[in-house]
């Protein structure tokens, strides 16, 4: 498979699929609720969580072959078509927090599994330590 091939792909303008855009983004945030386990989600698992309201309203109708394609957009994978589900992690931010996605996106773009680890704030104000007596000689 080539990304030219598929519906969503770099070329694509961001106007376009939007309810792909914002199903994205709410998968997200439900999936931060399983802290450090797999959301496993296909297509009738996906409107079961836009009917129950578990993801935006404005999510409904998004298809899961073009979520799965904007997720692997998101971690540079390929457009899929191989033997085997393709792994992927990207960074986000969601409330002043750093956080890491880890997808597994099918072949077929047909099922995906997401974990949201959350990751360190980096550039944290560093305490300096005193020096110790060992390491200041006085001869």
Not at 50 to 71: M, N, P, Q, S, Y
Request: hydrophobic share 35%; glycine share 8%.
């Amino acid at each position: 498979m080539k990304w030219e091939d598929q519906e969503i792909n770099y070329a694509t303008p961001e106007g376009k699929f939007m309810e792909a855009f914002r199903a994205e983004f709410s998968l997200l945030g439900y999936a931060a609720k399983f802290k450090k386990r797999y959301l496993v989600v296909g297509q009738s698992r996906f409107d079961e969580l836009v009917l129950k309201k578990k993801l935006t309203e404005k999510a409904r109708g998004a298809r899961i072959d073009h979520i799965c394609l904007k997720f692997r957009l998101r971690c540079g994978l390929s457009p899929g078509g191989g033997n085997y589900p393709d792994l992927g992690v990207f960074n986000y931010w969601s409330n002043s927090e750093s956080r890491y996605a880890i997808v597994s996106v099918s072949p077929e773009n047909d099922w995906l599994k997401i974990m949201i680890v959350y990751g360190e704030v980096p550039n944290q104000a560093q305490v300096p330590t005193p020096p110790s007596a060992r390491s200041c000689s006085s001869r």
